[in-house]
């Protein structure tokens, strides 16, 4: 009897620890999944100058007016000249997707839209009305739509002058821009893309001289 006793006791301790592992480890599960989602959303909601990809300065070229968007304080317009020093944008990539800022490189102001979908220019670009996600598109053109304000996009009418984000969409041509370098700059990541051949290059390769053999 005292055997079949201390039998359901031991049974019973045993039933108890196996409980008491399986709790501690489902806490210690929650409490590394919060902690991961703790990392993200801290270093996705403010990020920090060691979170950035990268720093690039290049122009954006526009569509529709043919210019180069430019920051020239807090008004923002696309008829900037090629290699214009207000067309200079220094484009700040976040690590985390394609969120980028962009800021007048003589001007110091960023490119921002308010919660009226008004594009101005602020001299501070930490909040998040001055971040905005490219969508590249499939006719070689990139779209900025805002990360604040979803469905609203940096535009520009055939004038130059912004458009309200309300009234924008992906397909309009006011907001397809392709990245430019200033002129007489080379993109180092360029110089290695095979060149277009074509019948006039054939040709002048015919009738290049070849160098004389000693």
């Not at 900037?80 to 690590?95: F, I, N, Q, R, S």
């Not at 604040?148 to 309300?166: A, D, E, H, Q």
């Not at 060149?195 to 004389?212: C, E, H, I, Q, S």
């Amino acid at each position: 009897m005292r055997y079949f006793q201390h039998t359901s006791v031991l049974s019973g301790v045993n039933t108890l620890l196996v409980h008491t592992c399986l709790i501690l480890n489902r806490r210690e599960s929650q409490q590394s999944s919060a902690d991961f989602r703790f990392y993200i959303e801290n270093h996705t909601r403010n990020p920090d100058d060691l979170s950035r990809k990268q720093v690039r300065i290049y122009q954006l070229y526009s569509r529709t007016t043919g210019k180069h968007v430019q920051i020239l304080g807090k008004k923002v317009n696309a008829n900037g000249d090629d290699g214009g020093k207000y067309a200079l944008l220094v484009v700040e990539t976040e690590t985390f997707g394609s969120h980028i800022r962009i800021k007048g490189k003589e001007s110091e102001h960023y490119i921002c839209m308010n919660e009226k979908g008004k594009i101005v220019g602020r001299p501070d670009g930490r909040k998040q009305e001055c971040v905005f996600v490219e969508e590249f598109l499939e006719n070689n053109y990139t779209a900025l739509v805002s990360a604040k304000y979803k469905g609203w996009y940096l535009g520009f009418n055939r004038k130059g002058r912004p458009k309200k984000g309300s009234r924008t969409t992906q397909r309009q041509q006011e907001v397809h821009f392709m990245k430019r370098q200033p002129k007489g700059r080379v993109d180092p990541l360029e110089e290695f893309r095979f060149t277009t051949v074509t019948k006039r290059t054939r040709r002048a390769r015919r009738l290049k001289p070849n160098p004389k053999r000693n």
